[in-house]
T-cell receptor, first 116, second 108 residues
């Protein structure tokens, strides 16, 4: 069992659907992240939460809405997405965010999203 | 200039070869550098940190060149199991920014 679990692993949705991605970490970490990974592009940081508070929103469109009810759970709510939003969405956690972080991010296996 | 740049490859090498990748970064104030490994259809995992004095872990050696703003990863005696995408990551103002990765294929 990995320390960071993501569900669903695969998701196909239409542009008018509303869906959510879920992430749970079992490592006792305080920071959680959403990254987007598209083919042949760098990992793009979307959101950072530290102790449940959002500390980074990397100019992400409002059709992506994160939610962090506690330090162990992170959601990404999806609404009226575009085909170009199709990608692998990776959740990660670390002991802390910022300079206090050792740099080791623990990633989940990702949710592969296809928007039709 | 991109924040973090890597040669996408692929680097195709025979088993036993030595191979090296470089990664350039644009922010001279960055203090922390890392190499992650990502297997096909898997998540990235930390391979090693890169220290100013260099860092060696078995067959893997990471180096930092601050003057030229690049980090490198050297793999000696390549194994088939080393085939993966190697992601460079650099700290930028409390965030980790990743390169697009370098693909390594080790062939028998």
């Amino acid at each position: 069992e990995t320390g960071v679990t993501q569900t669903p692993r695969h998701l196909v949705m239409g542009m008018t659907n509303k869906k959510s991605l879920k992430c749970e970490q079992h490592l006792g970490h305080n920071a959680m992240y959403w990254y987007k990974q598209s083919a042949k592009k760098p990992l793009e940081l979307m959101f950072v939460y530290n102790f449940k508070e959002q500390t980074e929103n990397n100019s992400v469109p409002s059709r992506f809405s994160p939610e962090c009810p506690n330090s162990s759970h992170l959601f990404l709510h999806l609404h009226t997405l575009q085909p170009e939003d199709s990608a692998l969405y990776l959740c990660a956690s670390s002991r802390n965010s910022g300079l206090a972080n050792t740099g080791e991010l623990f990633f989940g296996e990702g949710s592969r999203l296809t928007v039709l | 200039r991109k924040e973090v740049e890597q040669d996408p490859g692929p680097f195709n090498v025979p088993e036993g070869a030595t191979v090296a990748f470089n990664c350039t970064y644009s922010n001279s104030a960055s203090q922390s550098f890392f190499w992650y490994r990502q297997d096909c259809r898997k998540e990235p995992k930390l391979l090693m940190s890169v220290y100013s004095s260099g860092n060696e872990d078995g067959r893997f050696t990471a180096q930092l060149n601050r003057a030229s703003q690049y980090i490198s990863l050297l793999i000696r005696d390549s194994k088939l199991s080393d085939s993966a995408t190697y992601l460079c990551s650099v700290e930028y103002g409390n965030k980790l920014v990743f390169g697009a990765g370098t693909i390594l294929r080790v062939k028998s």
